[in-house]
Every structure is written in structure tokens, then in C-alpha cells.
């Protein structure tokens, strides 16, 4: 059974850094389409960034040039390094993830069949 795990929320003011990550247990992380999303208090989901089984990512949700998404192998893991981080940035982030293979991404939360419990970011300004 896939599972996944993220850590490494906490709080950080404006302007500060956080390195999420996410960890793969009963399959091989390179074989799966992958996303980020992020919850706002009393708001729905919203994808961060998505990447698909080659590497390839797209970001969204401003986060392009402040985020930077990363997958070792040899772990089984991925990253989500945060910088320039907002008020705005705060809520629940989950880590999402479906086989298959090819290029593009995925950006809907029903298209994932496999979350983690998520992990609290806080951005105080």
C-alpha cells in the first residue's frame, strides 16, 4: 500500500524560508505523477505544483520563482523548498500522488488517489 508523509512545516515570518518533504513508502516515487497543494483556513485546496514520473514541473499559485520542487530517488522522496514566504502561504500542505507515466502534470485534488496527513505552514507577517 503507498503511503505518504510530509514534514517540515512550522512557522516563519515574512520573507523566511521553509523545506517541506514528503516520504514514499510501498512504491517507487519515480513511477508517479506528484503535486503539492495547499489548504487556507476556510478554503478549498489549491495546487502549489505538479510533476510528472520524468521530473518535470509546473508551479502555481504565485509560487513559481519563490518554490522549488525536487524528487530524490534514492529516498523515495520530494521536496517542496519554500522561499520568499508570505502571509498568504500559510495553511495545510499535502503531498499527492498517482502512477503513471508520461509528460505534463496534474493539477486537480480528485485526480490523486494517494495523501499524506499534511503539515501546517505558518507565515506570520
Known amino acids: 500500500q503507498v503511503q505518504l508523509v510530509e514534514s517540515g512545516g512550522g512557522s516563519v515570518q515574512a520573507g523566511g524560508s521553509l523545506r517541506l518533504s514528503c516520504a514514499v513508502s510501498?512504491?517507487?516515487?519515480?513511477?508517479?505523477?506528484t503535486a503539492w497543494f495547499r489548504q487556507a483556513p476556510g478554503k478549498g485546496l489549491e495546487v502549489v505544483a505538479c510533476?510528472?514520473?520524468?521530473?518535470?514541473?509546473t508551479y502555481y499559485a504565485d509560487s513559481e520563482g519563490r518554490f522549488t520542487v525536487s524528487r530524490d530517488d534514492a529516498k523515495n522522496t520530494m521536496s517542496l523548498q519554500m522561499t520568499g514566504l508570505k502571509p498568504e502561504d500559510t495553511g495545510t500542505y499535502y503531498c499527492?500522488?498517482?502512477?503513471?507515466?508520461?509528460?505534463?502534470?496534474?493539477?486537480?485534488?480528485?485526480?490523486?488517489?494517494?495523501w499524506g496527513p499534511g503539515t501546517q505552514v505558518t507565515v506570520s507577517s
Open positions: 499527492a500522488a498517482r502512477a503513471g507515466s508520461g509528460g505534463g502534470c496534474y493539477k486537480f485534488p480528485d485526480w490523486f488517489l494517494y
Open positions: 510501498g512504491s517507487t516515487l519515480s513511477r508517479y505523477y
Open positions: 510533476a510528472n514520473s520524468g521530473g518535470g514541473v
